[in-house]
Nanobody, 127 residues
Framework: QVQLVESGGGLVQAGGSLRLSCAAS????????MGWFRQVPGKERDVVAA????????YYVDSVKGRFVISRDNRKNTVYLQMNSLEPEDTAVYYC????????????????????WGQGTQVTVSS
């Protein structure tokens, strides 16, 4: 089992920045591929960014490329999502997800690939 706890959400004005963190426990973090997803009411949970177990490969949905950065610190068992130039359209609940992946170097960007989920953190961007 893997437990995931997100933090760092909040209210920010358009153009501002936030950094989300996701702390993992219960399994060797460096064996996990990680992802960030987001969901708005009435819509599906969609991928925002993903990273492989070593941090050497990353994926971003087109709408956040150049604005968001996913990273991880395997010594701290934590994955981050740095969000810059935030837009009202980024408003959503953001979820951290994990999948056992080692030794594969793949990242995963499909919701059904992931086995473990955090509880979510609200990000609200005002115009």
């Amino acid at each position: 089992q893997v437990q995931l706890v997100e933090s760092g959400g909040g209210l920010v004005q358009a153009g501002g920045s936030l950094r989300l963190s996701c702390a993992a426990s219960g399994r060797t973090f460096s064996t996990l591929a990680m992802g960030w997803f987001r969901q708005v009411p009435g819509k599906e949970r969609d991928v925002v960014a993903a990273i492989n177990w070593s941090g050497s490969r990353t994926y971003y949905v087109d709408s956040v490329k150049g604005r968001f950065v996913i990273s991880r610190d395997n010594r701290k068992n934590t994955v981050y999502l740095q969000m810059n130039s935030l837009e009202p359209e980024d408003t959503a609940v953001y979820y951290c997800a994990a999948k056992g992946a080692f030794p594969s170097s793949s990242y995963y960007y499909t919701r059904t690939d992931y086995n473990y989920w955090g509880q979510g953190t609200q990000v609200t961007v005002s115009s």
